[in-house]
């Protein structure tokens, strides 16, 4: 990789000492705004688990036409929207949510689900989390951008620049396990947050960190082999019980849909593009490859029989990447447009007739403990991501 005189991180090599008072000046700023931020609601459980939820939804069909997949959409959305706490959260959990809510097309639900974000953003007066450098707490500025597109409101996004802005002068960690985006979920996190706010702001600069610390993470975590993401670096020498290296679905989910996320905002003339798209393909053939009989993916990507259910999050996240690639021409139709078609008709038999949707892991690092019945909110994000993706390729 070339030297580039005017970049941030050349600069702070020639100037040290300059760099500190930066870092200092601009964390001083994150800690003034934080200070700034209204109080904040509890955190609120992000999902649960029944005993007994009822039974499973018996109406929904599989066909990939707009009417089935709206219908599918609505069912779990409104369910899950019917369940939101009465404090806006800020949490990554719930920010996954909102994604998934931002995503769902106005023939679907109108501006319902948009509104319902709008009034949380309001409420939250668009800060970011309370971490000045951690990714989790960035995650929640991708619903705040998608509004600012909508919207063209400065103050949208004021305070989060501010945040991008003081990671951006902060000097990388120096412990080469633990760089900024340690964890591969961080993939999904930040960098579509840093890639949204060079759109919107015109300013390179927010690409050029991302992709910075994308490949600072991407060597420590990435398997060029397998094409799979290490969850940490503490995973790098753990194994399933058939001996493969533990690679977890839903941080791998996490990954892809991030990737995603990045490569809709990059400039179509964009030299980062070809990169992103390579990874996408390499990610998306090892995915096609280890996919369940029922079109979805288990907890431990590389181990199926060791897991007697699949992971709707992860697998509704591989889903949304798969059908983005399709509609973008990233990905040959005949090929995964099937493996589409399977992923979602899985998931639809874990809905209940409530809208409930279920065989979500809780919260976690690795592949654990679940049920049929378990919930979280994240998943229900990621579903109706992937709903609203595959809702855009068919006719």
Known sequence: MQTCLSCPRTIRAHRHSGAVLVVLLALSSSV???????????????????????????????????RDLAKAMKLV??????????????DWTWAALY??????PGPVSGSEYKQAMLNIGEQLQWQPGPRAMHADDLAVGQMYLGQYFLHKDPNMIASLRERLDAQIATPDPTDPRRPLWWWCDALFMA??????MAAATGD???????????????????????HLYF?????????????????????NGWVMGGIVRVLRELPADSPLRPKYIAQLKEMAAEMLSIQGKDGLWRPGLLDADAYPLPEVSGSAFITYAMAWGVNEGVLNRSTYWPAVESAWAGMLTHIYADGRLGCIQPVGAAPGDFTETSSYVYGVGAFLLAGSEIYRGVK
């Open 231 to 251: 969850r940490d670096a503490s995973y790098l020498d753990k194994h399933e019980k058939n001996g493969q290296p533990l690679f977890w679905s839903r941080g």
């Open 204 to 226: 390179k600069k927010y690409l050029a960190f991302m992709d910075h610390e994308w490949d600072i993470s991407t060597a420590l975590l990435y398997d060029r082999s397998k």
């Open 191 to 196: 960098p579509p947050v840093f890639a949204d």
């Open 99 to 104: 994604d998934g809510f931002m995503a769902v």
């Open 32 to 66: 003034v705004a934080a200070n700034a931020q209204p109080q904040r609601a509890p955190l609120a459980p992000p999902g649960d688990t029944l005993a007994t939820p009822g039974p499973l939804a018996q109406n929904l069909s599989p066909k990939l036409n707009k």
């Open 77 to 90: 959305a409104n369910w899950q929207l019917g369940r939101m706490p009465a404090g806006p959260q800020v």
